[in-house]
């Protein structure tokens, strides 16, 4: 079983000071193999706001693996967004934009999909799609994980434009065996398969520590995962400045693939 925490969307520049402490002890008590963060670090990108970002990451004990979200370049800065976008990314979080892990248990992706030119709407290029189709060739039995920040697909109740090509990645990560595409940026939490590839589970993040909540409180999710069998607690965090368990969701499949069903939701009380 491996056990991936997924954040996302912490914003520091609009984030709630009062949740970091409880985060990151939550963070260190639940020991995951990994935490997987899916950009918007920051706010604007400015250098504080990823000093604060650094600092809270040297905190953390478990290893992690990071992808810039469209946040994470300049908005008011055109020189540096459009020369420059990832400087201070790389020189604060990690100078690969597109990290990947492997270990005896899984295979970690991370896919840069930030556009400079359209800071809003993200960007899926011919490249990364060919990649995508050839990540996980040799991974056998392990799990195969991709991570980026804008959602491959929406809701109908979500206004913003899905990023362009979205639907070519998908069918990419489908082709290539990915079991579980982890992302963030609409700051709601989904956890569903995806419509067009069901042998993939989309897993979206809340934002963990932004004051610019969208329906639901502050949350991160905690992937207790198997090739045939994910299970997936949400942590939130209320106008308590404390973090709980709030519901546990568990999705299955056939031995050896197939599509992924949604097997049971709890809901925690008290």
Excluded at 30 to 42: C, E, K, N, R, Y
Excluded at 58 to 82: A, C
Excluded at 188 to 211: E, H, K, R, Y
Aim: aromatic share 8%; proline share 6%; with cysteine.
């Amino acid at each position: 079983m491996t056990r991936i925490l997924h954040l996302s969307d912490l914003h520091f520049g609009r984030d709630r000071p009062e949740l970091e402490d409880p985060l990151v002890k939550m963070v260190n008590g639940l020991s995951p193999d990994l935490v997987a963060i899916s950009g918007d670090f920051t706010q604007r990108a400015r250098l504080g706001q990823f000093a604060r970002a650094r600092a809270f990451l040297d905190r953390l004990e478990p290893p992690t693996l990071s992808v810039p979200g469209n946040h994470d370049t300049p908005l008011d800065n055109l020189f540096l967004r459009f020369l420059r976008p990832f400087g201070r990314y790389k020189r604060a979080i990690d100078r690969d934009l597109e990290p990947r892990l492997e270990t005896s248990r899984m295979i970690v992706a991370g896919v840069n999909t930030v556009n400079r030119f359209s800071w809003q709407r993200g960007r899926f290029s011919d490249h990364t799609v060919r990649r995508m189709r050839d990540a996980f060739a040799d991974a056998g039995d392990r799990l195969r994980v991709v991570v980026l920040h804008h959602p491959l697909e929406h809701g109908p109740e979500v206004e913003k434009r899905l990023m362009r090509g979205a639907h070519d990645a998908l069918s990419a990560m489908h082709e290539g065996g990915a079991d579980v595409v982890l992302s963030g940026h609409l700051h709601n939490t989904v956890t569903m398969p995806f419509s067009i590839a069901p042998g993939c589970l989309f897993v979206q993040a809340g934002t963990g520590l932004s004051d610019r909540l969208r329906g639901e409180d502050n949350t991160f999710n905690l992937l207790s995962a198997t090739r045939d069998r994910i299970e997936i607690d949400t942590y939130g965090a209320g106008t308590r400045p404390d973090f709980e368990c709030t519901a546990t969701t568990t999705f299955t499949r056939p031995t050896g693939g197939g599509a992924w069903s949604r097997n049971g939701v709890a809901t925690a009380t008290g």
